[in-house]
């Protein structure tokens, strides 16, 4: 007895831990679906407090079989492979794959650096000495001779206005002495923005690099930022034929107009304003911030204390204007302004310090090596020749780069090289190739190295052909097939009822006398009209009387034994009554199809679905794993994550040492004995002992 226990608990936990029923929930047509697109999705729609975490369980198992089940058909019918489901699935890779291919601790930073700079304004002139990024080490020498020298005149007392005056090789130096005024992130290269950021107010900073040079900025003032405004505005363009004073008397009477006459602002805008992009919207002008507009507009607009209050006649280069503010918004909080932050440094050189920490990692993930022998006699080969003629001869089979047991030789450098042109060096060029190479390897696989993205794709992928075949099968059919749709309606048109009405006359009095006639009128069953014609002979009092419609459940005056035509209430608010009568009762009636159009739609799409589902269940065959369900239900996942684990991985650790692999591993997916890493074959826990 005790032997066939042993034996049948040894076929149970061989069976229960084989790899592919540990893995697999469901399977449809033999196809296994992993545990983990359940959990995923189940975990996103479940609410924070659950009753009861295994019922919950069983009823979204069926939504998920139903959902799986569709997926399923769309396949068969090729959805996944139509032009228009393809790119539509790769727009969304390419988003969601964006994350993974940055250093997200060094991005996480980048980010939170990028918020608290926005917190502040910051007032900055500078002297720049001009340098191209492919210049010749002599020049670079030599440009930096130069700021450098100009960094010690100012420390030895020179004036900064003076030096840029007489050194700056900015071109707007001859309008501005090198004073750019106010900014805040984002609107300055990145290094240079660090220069401001990282220096104290009445200090010089350090010599900084960008790509339009050598410069050394002076930190004026820093402030808390001002936010942004949306304003409107009245312009009267300045006409270089006739005197200024002409357009100053103009603006000036249009100003009157709103300061004494209470004209309305966008009115005058739309009449009087010589900016025509902005007059038809009433002066309505786009949001900005500092540094978007000519100084004089930036500081009346921000001066303006109130929302609705509008600045004094002022003269800009354009022409004089009037400025009214609409709204106002300063900084929002990190979670607030977090995603517009990540947009703006995607399209920032800040961006690559990130991907360019990332590529350092992968390089020493992957075991990068550069045959630097190789290497160097491809680039004298190309130095060497015609510079107009990228196209010469060279041994294509020797290996230039390797990583991850992937070999790529001359030609494929050449064949990039050949398509950039002759103001890249070498070794810039050779930089991005071989940076995009090991770049474009890890977004080839971040399916396998990660199963958060791999189940995140699945989803997506998933979610466009459900609405494909949704829209193929329910949505488009409901619409589209008005024959249908009549006949369900004629089928069930008893559901579609309108709700019982009732007709009131509703008469209004503000003298109580006269109020009380119509309620002895009423209460002896006379005619109204005839009680009301006479009341109104007799005075001018105050009787207005309306007829009016309500569905019966919202008339809150009467209880549902009061419903009878000719009963009435009495509403007194002090001065004044009003008598409520109930004139006529109309009873539910079927509503006719363009009444109930929606509702009707609605239902039908209902037993569209409900038949489609029935037919899908009888269509395919599909099995549940109960043992995994089961572990699922008893909160056992993390024996089913660790098989899972198992099973995802590639032999990222091959090129390493034991102890190598074992601290990656571990920092990867956690030090536990059911978290378990592939190592030369074999496989390892990453249990601490």
């Known amino acids: 007895m005790k032997k066939s226990i042993i034996i049948i608990l040894s076929l149970y936990f061989n069976n229960l831990f084989s790899q592919s029923d540990y893995q697999s929930i469901l399977s449809i047509d033999n196809k296994k679906i992993n545990y983990t697109d359940f959990l995923s999705i189940y975990n996103k729609n479940r609410s924070e407090i659950e009753p009861n975490y295994k019922n919950s369980i069983d009823e979204y198992l069926d939504l998920f079989i139903n959902f799986k089940l569709k997926v399923h058909e769309a396949e068969l019918l090729d959805l996944d492979k139509s032009e228009k489901f393809i790119r539509e699935l790769e727009t969304y890779r390419d988003q969601l794959a964006k994350p993974y291919l940055h250093d997200k601790k060094i991005n996480q930073d980048i980010i939170k650096e990028s918020y608290e700079r926005l917190k502040y304004d910051i007032s900055v002139s500078h002297i720049l000495i001009k340098l191209n990024e492919s210049s010749s080490p002599d020049d670079t020498l030599m440009a930096f001779k130069k700021i450098n020298d100009i960094r010690n005149k100012f420390l030895n007392g020179e004036n900064f206005t003076d030096l840029a005056r007489n050194y700056s090789e900015d071109p707007s130096v001859l309008q501005n002495d090198g004073y750019l005024g106010y900014f805040t992130a984002f609107y300055m290269v990145y290094p240079f923005e660090s220069a401001a950021y990282n220096t104290k107010i009445g200090d010089i900073s350090n010599i900084v690099r960008t790509r339009f040079g050598y410069h050394i900025l002076l930190i004026n003032d820093k402030r808390k930022?001002?936010?942004?405004?949306?304003?409107?505005?009245?312009?009267?363009?300045?006409?270089?034929?006739?005197?200024?004073?002409?357009?100053?008397?103009?603006?000036?009477?249009?100003?009157?107009?709103?300061?004494?006459?209470?004209?309305?602002?966008?009115?005058?805008?739309?009449?009087?304003?010589?900016?025509?992009?902005?007059?038809?919207?009433?002066?309505?002008?786009?949001?900005?911030?500092?540094?978007?507009?000519?100084?004089?507009?930036?500081?009346?607009?921000?001066?303006?204390?109130?929302?609705?209050?509008?600045?004094?006649?002022?003269?800009?280069?354009?022409?004089?204007?009037?400025?009214?503010?609409?709204?106002?918004?300063?900084?929002?909080?990190?979670?607030?302004?977090?995603?517009?932050?990540?947009n703006k440094i995607d399209k920032d050189f800040r961006g690559k310090i990130s991907r360019k920490s990332l590529i350092e990692d992968l390089k020493n993930e992957y075991s990068y090596y550069e045959f630097k022998s190789n290497i160097n006699f491809m680039k004298k080969k190309i130095e060497s020749s015609d510079s107009n003629n990228k196209n010469f001869s060279?041994?294509?089979?020797?290996?230039?780069?390797?990583?991850?047991?992937?070999?790529?030789?001359?030609?494929?450098?050449?064949?990039?090289?050949?398509?950039?042109?002759?103001?890249?060096?070498?070794?810039?060029?050779?930089?991005?190739?071989?940076?995009?190479?090991?770049?474009?390897?890890?977004?080839?696989?971040?399916?396998?190295?990660?199963?958060?993205?791999?189940?995140?794709?699945?989803?997506?992928?998933?979610?466009?052909?459900?609405?494909?075949?949704?829209?193929?099968?329910?949505?488009?059919?409901?619409?589209?097939?008005?024959?249908?749709?009549?006949?369900?309606?004629?089928?069930?048109?008893?559901?579609?009822?309108?709700?019982?009405?009732?007709?009131?006359?509703?008469?209004?009095?503000?003298?109580?006398?006269?109020?009380?006639?119509?309620?002895?009128?009423?209460?002896?069953?006379?005619?109204?009209?005839?009680?009301?014609?006479?009341?109104?002979?007799?005075?001018?009092?105050?009787?207005?009387?309306?007829?009016?419609?309500?569905?019966?459940?919202?008339?809150?005056?009467?209880?549902?034994?009061?419903?009878?035509?000719?009963?009435?209430?009495?509403?007194?608010?002090?001065?004044?009554?009003?008598?409520?009568?109930?004139?006529?009762?109309?009873?539910?009636?079927?509503?006719?199809?363009?009444?109930?159009?929606?509702?009707?739609?609605?239902?039908?799409?209902?037993?569209?679905?409900?038949?489609?589902?029935?037919?899908?269940?009888?269509?395919?065959?599909?099995e549940i794993n109960y043992n995994v369900l089961n572990l699922i239900k008893d909160n056992q996942i993390d024996k089913l994550d660790s098989l899972n684990n198992i099973n995802s991985q590639k032999n990222y650790y091959n090129n390493k040492s034991f102890n190598q692999a074992f601290l990656e591993a571990g920092k990867k997916m956690g030090f536990s004995k059911f978290k378990y890493f592939k190592w030369r074959g074999n496989l390892y826990s990453t249990e601490l002992e």
């Open 394 to 622: 060279v041994n294509e089979n020797l290996i230039i780069i390797t990583f991850d047991s992937i070999n790529y030789y001359i030609n494929d450098f050449l064949n990039y090289y050949n398509k950039l042109t002759k103001y890249n060096t070498f070794d810039e060029v050779f930089e991005i190739w071989s940076s995009d190479k090991i770049i474009r390897y890890e977004n080839q696989i971040l399916e396998e190295k990660y199963q958060d993205f791999k189940i995140l794709m699945q989803e997506y992928r998933d979610g466009i052909l459900l609405f494909e075949i949704t829209n193929k099968k329910i949505w488009g059919k409901s619409t589209s097939d008005s024959i249908k749709l009549k006949e369900f309606y004629a089928k069930n048109k008893g559901k579609y009822m309108t709700e019982e009405k009732v007709v009131v006359n509703v008469i209004k009095s503000n003298n109580i006398s006269y109020t009380k006639k119509i309620i002895k009128s009423l209460n002896k069953k006379k005619k109204l009209d005839k009680t009301l014609n006479n009341i109104s002979k007799k005075s001018i009092s105050y009787i207005e009387v309306d007829n009016e419609l309500f569905i019966k459940n919202e008339i809150k005056y009467f209880d549902s034994t009061e419903f009878q035509i000719g009963n009435f209430k009495l509403i007194d608010s002090g001065n004044n009554q009003s008598i409520i009568i109930i004139d006529d009762i109309i009873l539910p009636q079927i509503k006719k199809l363009n009444e109930c159009k929606g509702e009707v739609i609605s239902d039908y799409q209902k037993e569209l679905e409900n038949n489609w589902i029935e037919d899908l269940k009888n269509k395919y065959q599909f």
């Open 225 to 342: 930022s001002l936010g942004e405004v949306k304003t409107a505005h009245i312009m009267i363009k300045r006409d270089n034929n006739s005197k200024s004073t002409n357009t100053k008397v103009r603006i000036n009477e249009i100003y009157n107009m709103l300061s004494n006459e209470n004209k309305n602002f966008s009115d005058l805008a739309k009449k009087y304003s010589d900016d025509k992009s902005s007059s038809i919207k009433g002066g309505e002008l786009p949001w900005f911030g500092i540094n978007r507009m000519t100084p004089p507009f930036e500081k009346a607009a921000f001066e303006i204390d109130s929302i609705g209050e509008f600045s004094k006649p002022f003269e800009t280069q354009y022409g004089w204007h009037i400025v009214k503010l609409i709204d106002k918004k300063v900084l929002g909080s990190f979670e607030e302004e977090k995603r517009d932050i990540v």
